[in-house]
């Protein structure tokens, strides 16, 4: 898309004359404008890439390293009674920098939740294409979805760890396998208005191949509502796999992941309450920001939405 | 004196019925119900076949054994014998049964059923993990149906003592037989003060009262029946839910007494804390020595080296356990005095200097590699409090290079998990009160792979524990155990952590009690357990 400027006040807009006639729409705004003028989707953003830019920039900007124990332990928070300064955000119930940690388990929450979204976007997203493509397949695929959708992502996830054992790799198969149902459903929804549009039967009747017909014209008009859906699903996937590591399944130490440092704050909830809650935080964050972004931009890009 | 008005008294007495009626309310009809709060629970309860502490807890309940001890830990009490003859040559032991006793279905308990049960606990096929604890016996029979022969191929001065142990209670052979495998599992049959009702694995054990019980150890004022009809052990893991669940009331009772909580718990109004320091429980890592991440002696010290026992035990522990850098605690019986100053302490710089000394060089990651190999032993764990003692020591491996790979297991499928050949390192505990108690356990060849899970093949040590178990002079004893110690402790077998004491938590509702150590079952036969009236 190219750079569209604002037109609001260029003379060429005229507003309806006095003869009656209606005149055109007013152009909209660039999208990222439209965006930004919505406050709370403008913070959202500013805080989710204010958290990633952590998370990327978590080896500069950890002031320890994450596996690294002390003789510090249970610290609170420095601003909090009882706090050392040399810990901003306190010490968990090994003597470990909480602060460096929470860097270091966002990339970890955040990595999960970007392979497992991809893996589970693309793989979903073809087989809903695909269905609505062949109408033949459609039933069947749709059926095998349908039975897909019946599994709960906590359940597939124990099971998959009880097949392959514990660690980060078996949790993101499983938030993946566990994203492919809803993102076909809907790639094969958005695909099914496609499919009924005049220009794939025109590609048709000028004997365009399958394989280009799927690409150039089925591809490249769903791709962008099936992004606005991943957006979405990013959160819920960041909750599930933050709770698969709460469970022990995910992540194991020394590793540092949000939901497994809530799990093991849980250990001393009564007695350093910041050790659990502070993770838990960072993870209500991140959903919380993922989701209000992911609505704002289907908002502004979903064109089924723009009247 | 005015003499109080027909309404007042009226009043009054009406008032009286009300906070009778209220008391009554408060103490409520499950006054008789018991819970006791634990941390694991056992993968079964078959008393031959396991050696875990969750098991023999629940079995001294469930069971009796041919003798007691009392909470001194030395004093032998008649339980299912009502007396005993030890020959002159120590070699055979002659027990009168009593004839009033009965299993928990009514029937009659006779020697005949004595016999069975230790016999099975002897047999081979039962694969029992503590055989070595009923010494070399010849044979053991039942004459008629009061008296028990126990006949020995050699002295065993410890014989009593461990026959008051759980593993030789005794079970109805007809149950045992009906149940197969499921024995221990889906039900029991025994002659204890409670009697099986039900086991959700990992959840709960249920035993209700044993009614005709009247057979209790001396050292109980209380011979039977229990006080209390129904006992529930809750399996609870966190360490703070756990805190919680006694200081509102939730359970009465528990001996899993989380460190983290002890202070609170102290000062809690509502809460005892009771404590044991007649026996001796430590904690310890142990290596799988024929391992080749863990094969080189050098490795093994400097991994003793390079991890800060005193640290874990203030800060995970909260001073409320003793550092352990010695296999047993320097209290125990026949403990090696000469070994006190060859301890490895904490000393970072001298384990970087062993790991190099033993080909283990830091690679460009800070990590110790040889011919290509990370140096990444595997240890497994229980889930738990466990956990956190391997995390902290993973990070203290760290500093000097060594990445230690962390699987943990709950409890209940642990112990077949530590009965593989499969990792480089295991988490234990265990309790004692001699050296020939935790040496005769750990390093026979005979309990190889289970409880001899380091691989620990020497006959010379086989050799000096038999001599050692069948001495009847305590010096000559002490000798052969003190070598053994020297053995283990120079070929760095285990990474000792804490010996911790015995407490048990308990409502301020419960009758004060003291705490027993048998094999770290603190609460022992449970008829000491009962309300406040």
């Known amino acids: ?307 | 004196m005015k003499t109080l008005s027909h309404m007042s008294v009226k009043r009054a007495a009406l008032r009286t019925g009300l906070a009778a009626t209220a008391i009554a309310l408060a103490m409520p009809a499950f006054a008789k119900d018991l819970t006791i709060i634990r941390e694991i629970d056992s993968n079964h309860y078959d008393p031959p076949r396991t050696a875990a502490l969750a098991g023999s807890e629940v079995l001294f309940m469930l069971a009796d054994t041919v003798v007691g001890l009392a909470e001194d830990m030395k004093t032998i009490e008649p339980l299912l014998a009502s007396s005993w003859e030890i020959s002159d040559d120590g070699l055979t032991y002659t027990f009168t049964i009593r004839d009033d006793v009965t299993f928990c279905d009514g029937k009659a308990m006779t020697a005949e059923d004595v016999a069975y049960s230790l016999n099975r606990w002897q047999d081979p096929e039962t694969k029992s993990p503590v055989r070595w604890r009923m010494g070399d016996v010849k044979s053991i029979t039942a004459p008629d149906a009061t008296t028990l022969v126990y006949e020995l191929n050699a002295p065993h001065s410890e014989l009593l003592y461990q026959l008051a142990q759980s593993f030789g209670s005794v079970v109805d052979k007809e149950t045992v037989e009906a149940l197969g495998a499921d024995f221990g599992v889906t039900g029991f049959n025994g002659t204890g003060p409670f009697c099986w009702d039900s086991w959700t694995p990992r959840d709960q054990m249920v035993m209700t009262r044993h009614e005709d019980y009247h057979w209790g150890p001396a050292n109980y004022e209380n011979a039977g029946p229990a006080q209390v009809e129904k006992i529930t052990w809750q399996v609870v893991p966190e360490a703070a839910t756990r805190t919680v669940a006694l200081m509102t009331g939730q359970g009465q009772v528990s001996p899993y007494v989380p460190f983290i909580g002890i202070e609170k718990l102290r000062m809690a109004p509502n809460v005892e804390v009771v404590r044991s320091d007649e026996a001796f429980w430590t904690n310890y890592i142990g290596f799988k020595i024929d391992k080749p991440m863990v094969n080189d002696p050098l490795v093994r010290q400097a991994i003793n080296l390079a991890v800060n026992q005193e640290a874990m035990a203030e800060d995970l522990f909260f001073g409320e356990v003793e550092p352990a850098y010695s296999y047993i605690s320097s209290g125990a019986l026949d403990w090696n005095s000469d070994l006190d100053d060859k301890l490895l302490t904490y000393d970072p710089e001298k384990a970087a200097a062993l790991l190099d000394e033993a080909g283990w060089t830091l690679n460009a990651d800070g990590k110790r590699e040889k011919d290509g190999e990370l140096l990444q032993p595997l240890a497994y764990t229980f889930t738990g409090s466990w956990a956190q003692v391997v995390e902290a020591v993973q990070a203290d491996l760290l500093k000097v290079g060594i990445d230690l790979q962390i699987q943990p297991f709950d409890a209940t499928v642990y112990w077949g998990k530590a009965a593989t050949q499969e990792f480089d390192m295991f988490t234990m505990g265990f309790p004692y009160i001699s050296a020939g108690d935790a040496l005769n356990l750990y390093f026979l060849s005979a309990n190889m792979p289970s409880p001899n899970r380091m691989n620990w093949n020497d006959p010379e040590t086989d050799k000096l524990l038999y001599d050692g178990a069948t001495a009847v002079d305590p010096a000559v004893r002490a000798e052969d155990y003190g070598q053994v110690l020297t053995k283990v402790h120079e070929a760095a077998v285990w990474l000792p952590i804490y010996h911790k004491p015995m407490q048990i938590a308990y409502s301020t509702e419960i009758k004060p009690f003291e705490a027993h150590n048998i094999y770290g079952a603190g609460l022992y036969k449970g008829l000491q357990l009962g309300y406040v009236d």
């Open chain 1, 1 to 307: 898309m190219t750079m569209a400027t604002d037109t609001a006040d260029s003379p060429l807009t005229t507003p309806a004359n006095e003869g009656g006639e209606v005149a055109a729409p007013p152009p909209r705004p660039h999208w990222l404008r439209r965006l930004l003028r919505d406050k709370a989707a403008a913070a959202a953003i500013l805080l989710l890439a204010l958290i990633c830019l952590g998370a990327v920039l978590a080896p500069w900007l950890a002031p320890y390293d994450p596996a690294l124990n002390s003789r510090a332990v249970m610290k609170p928070p420095s601003f909090m009674q009882g706090g050392v300064p040399e810990h901003l955000l306190g010490t968990d119930g090994q003597g470990r920098d909480i602060l460096s940690r929470l860097l270091y388990g966002s990339r970890l929450t955040l990595l999960i939740g970007l392979v497992a979204v991809g893996l589970g976007g693309a793989v979903g997203s073809f087989i809903g294409l695909l269905s609505a493509f062949y109408a033949r397949l459609d039933p069947w695929v749709m059926r095998g979805i349908d039975i897909l959708l019946s599994f709960p992502a906590i359940l597939l996830g124990l099971a998959l760890v009880a097949v392959m054992g514990q660690g980060i790799v078996p949790v993101i198969i499983a938030l993946a396998v566990s994203s492919v149902p809803d993102c076909a459903r809907i790639a094969r929804g958005i695909a099914m208005g496609v499919m009924k549009q005049e220009f794939i039967e025109a590609g048709r009747a000028v004997g365009l191949s399958d394989v280009t017909l799927f690409q150039r014209y089925l591809l490249r008009n769903c791709i962008s509502s099936i992004m606005i859906f991943l957006s979405l699903r990013f959160g819920q996937i960041i909750l599930i796999g933050a709770t698969l590591s709460f469970l022990g399944l995910g992540a194991q130490p020394p590793a540092a992941e949000l939901g497994m440092m809530a799990s093991q704050g849980r250990e001393y909830l009564l007695f350093a309450p910041h050790i659990a809650v502070i993770p838990s935080v960072l993870i209500f964050l991140i959903v919380l920001t993922a989701n209000v972004a992911g609505d704002a931009l289907r908002d502004v890009l979903d064109p089924r939405l723009q009247t």
